[in-house]
């Protein structure tokens, strides 16, 4: 099945079209962000960006403005992502905002769908050592392992089972109303569990070496041992089909608890990819900002974690007063309508 590669137009991208095209499979071609857009729904997508000096592509910038403005531009499109740079900065904040701006307009992400590479590439310098190459082959392999997984993708097989977390109080909270709407027009043969983390009751993660993490994972624990992340979140994250994050927006961040249980998934992590689990999040904002926690989420969920990325994965809201969420015109459609997505992704 051949690829089609979105490749934004500037000084540096000759090089990176260079190293993309061998790797390609027969019938795969490279189009113009600037003219074919309209043209894309349905395929399978490789976005591929090369940064100047500056960490910018004039043509990315335009091309995320069409993203933003078009929710259905790439209606049943399912994308991976290259971007390199001339710098050490910018590759992954290019990245993560593109893959929400393509997300919003219809494009489902692999679970760790980006390969990125500095201008030193010593981002890749574990890797070149544990496949015994230098940078660059590290690089290109890892570029040849995306492009093969896009390939191969399949859907997942249908969600039975929504696991959702917060750290939210019931009693005040306008994300959990939120989701109490949600929730309730999801279909009776999906189980739902819900995990509250509240007060300090996960510390973050500890920093182990990786062969320690890889030993308490293989426990199916965690340096800390018992705690409600080993006996509580772990054994729910692998039942669960789709995780569904319920994020207060905290000082235009997720809060710490929840940071905290991202972070502690790394032991899990090491035993197992979630390529097939489905991430949702859902964002109320008592202001604004509501897309930076959105983009965490790609980042630390999604391109770190490897969770499946489908279309329109999170619904944002501004709600400041208790209970006014529930107040919004046209909430309850749109409620029913991310009810109905996560059913059928």
């Known amino acids: 099945m051949p690829l089609t590669v979105l490749l934004p137009k500037n000084e540096c991208s000759p090089a990176l079209q260079e190293m993309l095209a061998p790797l390609l499979p027969a019938g795969s071609v490279f189009a113009d962000p600037e003219k074919d857009l309209d043209t894309l729904r349905g395929r399978r997508l490789l976005f591929a960006v090369a940064l100047d000096r500056g960490g910018c592509n004039e043509a990315?910038?335009?091309?995320?403005?069409?993203?933003?403005?078009?929710?259905?531009?790439?209606?049943?499109?399912?994308g991976g992502v290259v971007v390199t740079g001339v710098g050490e900065l910018y590759t992954k904040d290019v990245a993560r905002d593109m893959v929400f701006a393509a997300n919003q307009?219809?494009?489902?992400?692999?679970?760790?769908?980006?390969?990125?590479?500095?201008?030193?590439?010593?981002?890749?310098?574990?890797?070149?050592?544990?496949?015994?190459?230098?940078?660059?082959?590290?690089?290109?392999?890892?570029?040849?392992?995306l492009i093969d997984r896009l390939l191969t993708w399949e859907k997942p097989g249908p969600i039975r089972r929504v696991l959702a977390l917060h750290a939210s109080q019931r009693s005040t909270s306008n994300t959990l109303a939120f989701w109490e709407l949600v929730r309730t027009n999801l279909p009776s043969e999906i189980a739902v569990e819900e995990i509250g983390l509240r007060n300090g009751t996960v510390p973050d993660c500890n920093g182990c070496s990786y062969t320690a993490c890889l030993h308490f994972g293989e426990q199916g624990s965690c340096f800390y041992g018992s705690g409600p992340m080993v006996e509580e979140v772990y054994p729910a994250v692998r039942r669960c089909d789709a995780l569904v994050m319920l994020c207060a927006n905290y000082n235009d961040a997720l809060s710490a608890n929840l940071t905290a249980c991202v972070n502690r998934l790394t032991a899990l992590f090491r035993q197992q990819r979630f390529y097939e689990k489905r991430l949702f999040g859902l964002v109320v904002s008592g202001y604004s900002g509501g897309d930076l926690l959105a983009r965490q989420l790609i980042s630390a969920l999604n391109m770190n974690k490897s969770f499946f990325l489908p279309p329109y994965f999170c619904l944002l809201e501004t709600a400041n007063e208790r209970g006014s969420l529930v107040r919004l015109?046209?909430?309850a459609q749109r409620a029913s309508a991310f009810a109905e997505g996560i059913a059928g992704a």
């Open 60 to 78: 990315y910038y335009r091309m995320l403005s069409r993203l933003r403005r078009n929710a259905d531009l790439l209606s049943g499109c399912i």
């Open 105 to 145: 307009a219809g494009c489902a992400f692999l679970g760790r769908p980006l390969v990125e590479a500095t201008g030193s590439m010593r981002n890749f310098r574990v890797q070149a050592q544990i496949g015994g190459v230098d940078e660059k082959t590290a690089f290109r392999a890892a570029v040849a392992e």
């Open 329 to 331: 015109p046209g909430i």
